[in-house]
C-alpha cells in the first residue's frame, strides 16, 4: 500500500510540475566585458593539420540530416550556409584536438537578438539536428541577448569571459582546445569534457567543464560516446545565412 501510495504521489507531483521552458536556462546578467580587437588576417594551417575547409570544396562534410553530399555554398573561397538544407559535419571523427575556424556574419545583416546571424559549432556531434555540445555563433557586436548564449558562450551553460566580437562584415576567428569525454564501460562519466577557446585571439572560456551536451530546454547531460564528428549549424532563424573559411584542425593525443 505504501509503495503505491508513493508511486501516485510521484505520479501526481509530476502532473502538476510545470513545463520546461526555453527561458529558464537563459541567463542575462551579468554581461561580460566588451573587448575591441583590431581585423587580423587569415590564419593558414600548420604543417600537421587536416584542411577541413581549403576554399576550394566540401569533400571533408557531410550532410548531417541524411549522409549525403553536404549542400552549402562555396564561392570565392567563402563557405555560407544554404539555409534549409541542414547542418553539415565533418566525415571523419575525432577526440581531443585543437582547432582554428573563421567565420563572418553578413555585414548587412538584420534582426535582434538570437535572431542576428545565429548558427553554432558543435565541438563533438553526437547525432541527428543539434545533438552535441555547442560553441555558440552569433552577432554578438551591439546586440544584446542573454549571455550564456552569446558569441563565444558553451550555449545555454557557460558564459564567455569576455565579449571581442569585431563588426557585422568583419571576420572572427574561434581557436579551440577540446579535451573529449571519458565514459566508464556502464556509461558513466568518469572525465567531462573541457573546453578553451580563444576569440577574435581573446580568452573566453578558459579549461572549462562542460556539464553535458547541449539542451535549448532542460538542464545538459552526457549520453557516452566515442569519437566524434564536429558539426556547423543551419539555424532556423530569418536573418541572412553567415559565413565561413580557414577551417583545419590537429589531433591531440
Known sequence: MAATFSLLAITLLAQAAPAQRPEDTEVWQPEPPVVVVAPT???????????????KNLHQWTSTKDKGAARWTVRDGVLTVLKGTGNIETKRKFGNYQLHIEWRVPANITGTGQARGN?????ASTGDGDAGYELQIMDSYRNKTYVNGQAGAIYKQIVPLANPT????????YD???TAPVFAADGSVTSPAYATV????????NHVALKGETRYIGAPMYKAHGPAAIKLQDHGDPSAPISFRSIWIRDLK
Do not use: H, M, Y
Open 198 to 205: 580563444l576569440f577574435n585571439g581573446v580568452l573566453v572560456q
Open 119 to 123: 548558427s553554432g559549432l558543435f565541438l
Open 41 to 55: 588576417p587569415s590564419v593558414p594551417a600548420p604543417a600537421d593539420a587536416l584542411v577541413l575547409f581549403d576554399g
Open 176 to 178: 579551440v582546445i577540446w
Open 166 to 173: 569585431r563588426a557585422p562584415g568583419e571576420w572572427q576567428s
